[in-house]
């Protein structure tokens, strides 16, 4: 079956505009996962869902970023006012349940620009 | 911040050489997991090991993991140009499904 699906692949925008970053992950995967990633840096945890609630967004930098997943499955990141320093990959993963034994799948990331 | 730090933060060998590469945690946790990523975008995971275990095979790989020392290493035997890659250990915490990753180790497998 798909994989985690990402979109767009590449986001070029102005300081101070707003972003959606959207995520499809696997068919039937319950938790989903937000990261970003800087050049030269491993991923850093933002948000993680099971199912549609946020079940830890100790990640978030601050209230200018937000995630949904209203139905469970698709999610959206949100980011308002964007700034430089927001400029990086932002990665998405699902898997099966929540859970530390759990695989995540990744998606191939969102490079996030901001001019 | 990140919890897992990576040794080294970059290796350079030739094929058919043995990668070893070394990450060491903070808190107790719940397992580690290696992952490998190429050309900065989406990772593939590797190998889970978890807390009751010192020792997992897969293929070329082998991983230990020192509960103890807070240390783990990621033995890529016989390595191959195409394990080029960067590699990153990640740990979820006792209790939590938070997955921290480390800065990662560079490799570069010379043909």
């Known amino acids: 079956g798909a994989g985690v699906s990402q979109t767009p692949s590449n986001k070029v925008t102005e300081k101070g505009k707003y972003v959606e970053l959207r995520c499809d992950p696997i068919?039937?995967?319950?938790?989903l996962y937000w990261y970003r990633q800087s050049l030269g840096q491993g991923p850093e945890f933002l948000i993680y869902f099971q199912g549609t609630g946020a079940a830890d967004d100790s990640g978030l930098p601050n209230d200018r970023f937000f995630a949904v997943r209203p139905e469970g499955s698709v999610s959206t990141l949100k980011i308002q006012r964007t700034e430089r320093g927001d400029s990086a990959v932002y990665l998405c993963a699902s898997s099966l349940t929540a859970g530390g034994g759990n695989t995540q799948y990744f998606g191939p990331g969102t490079r996030l620009t901001v001019l | 911040s990140q919890q897992g730090e990576e040794d080294p933060q970059a290796l350079s060998i030739q094929e058919g050489e043995n990668a070893t590469m070394n990450c060491s945690y903070k808190?107790?946790?719940?397992?580690l997991q290696w992952y490998r990523q190429n050309s900065g975008r989406g990772l593939v995971h590797l190998i889970l090991?978890?807390?009751?275990?010192r020792e997992k095979h897969s293929g070329r790989l082998r991983v230990t993991l020192d509960t103890s020392k807070k240390s783990s290493s990621l033995l890529i035997t016989a390595s191959r140009a195409a394990d080029t890659a960067s590699y990153f250990c990640a740990t979820a915490n006792t209790g939590g499904f938070k997955t921290i990753f480390g800065a990662g180790t560079r490799l570069f497998v010379k043909a």
């Open positions: 068919s039937g995967h319950t938790a």
């Open positions: 808190t107790s946790i719940n397992n």
């Open positions: 090991i978890r807390s009751n275990e």
